[in-house]
């Protein structure tokens, strides 16, 4: 359905309650006001860090909650820090203690310490997985344990998790190790998830988003450029309707999938699949295990670009 099909309905998230980490600016400031435009009650997390993860001078969590308010919406910042368990705790608990209840969560937190491998040091690599893949675990964690305790209460909820991936998660991005393993990481966490919280009424979906942020602003200064008219296909207003969409009730049987999502394009992508293989039933040795192992590539599709290469 585009626009203009459906003007004059009523929000697909009215009465929900969501929350998104990282929503201070770019992609989840998008987000959060797309939610709240749509009639969800938004719980807007942000530490307010720079790019590198370090703490910045002002609270951008709370000047979104004010852009909410002003246009109507229903909105309550949270400043904590979602990659510690009493951070991810406390995020969970303020949808709830607020709101009376929790419906949708967009792990969307992050930053960046790009470095080639042979100069990337263990605080750089430890910071990225720290914030990227640990901030989705926790507040997952936390909140999955809450809808388990109202499904098992007889309250089944239609529970909504979105989380952020990358194209740099699903193809790799030279330059990027520590955030192309945290972003394919959030991948498989996404997977376990949607196969393990299917029983509590949840479901667990990915987006891997190409989008004008702080931190591909920098990365890739020129393919993220505004243009001087026309449509803007990187601004991250673009994402937010597919996240918003996968957010609410009416994606009711969608679960386990990573969507790409850039400017007007919307990609299922599929992920590992077995190709081409062999079986002689028997052990083989190096020089037949490589033999037979170029034959299978040559009847192979070729790997996916890398980017940045």
Not at 1 to 8: C, K, N, P, T
């Amino acid at each position: 359905m585009d626009d203009d099909e459906s003007a004059g309905t009523g929000g697909i998230c009215d009465g929900r309650v969501v929350v998104v980490t990282g929503a201070g600016r770019g992609l989840g400031r998008a987000h959060a006001l797309a939610f709240a435009a749509e009639g969800a009650r938004v719980v807007v997390n942000d530490l307010g860090v720079g790019l590198d993860g370090r703490p910045g001078p002002d609270g951008p969590a709370a000047r979104v909650v004010e852009e909410i308010r002003a246009a109507g919406g229903e909105a309550v910042a949270h400043g904590g820090d979602i990659a510690t368990g009493a951070g991810a705790e406390s995020l969970i608990r303020t949808a709830v203690e607020t709101y009376g209840r929790l419906d949708t969560l967009v792990g969307n937190a992050g930053f960046l310490r790009d470095r080639m491998l042979v100069n990337l040091d263990e605080d750089d690599w430890d910071a990225v997985i720290r914030v990227h893949l640990k901030g989705h675990f926790l507040p997952l964690k936390h909140a999955a344990v809450h809808w388990r305790a109202e499904a098992k209460a007889g309250r089944t909820p239609a529970a909504r998790v979105v989380h952020t991936g990358s194209g740099a998660g699903l193809l790799g991005s030279v330059g990027q190790a520590n955030y192309s393993a945290a972003k394919a990481g959030i991948v498989g966490l996404t997977l376990v998830a949607a196969a393990e919280l299917a029983r509590y009424g949840v479901q667990v979906n990915a987006v891997a988003p190409a989008a004008r942020t702080r931190m591909t602003e920098r990365t890739f200064a020129a393919a993220m450029a505004a243009p001087a008219d026309g449509f803007d296909a990187m601004a991250p207003e673009n994402v937010s309707p597919l996240v918003v969409w996968l957010g609410s009730a009416a994606s009711a049987g969608v679960t386990g999938r990573v969507f790409e999502a850039e400017g007007g394009r919307i990609t299922v992508m599929e992920g590992w699949r077995p190709g081409p293989t062999a079986d002689k039933g028997a052990r083989w040795t190096p020089a037949g295990a490589g033999e037979l192992a170029r034959e299978l590539l040559s009847a192979a599709e070729p790997p996916g670009a890398v980017y940045g290469a």
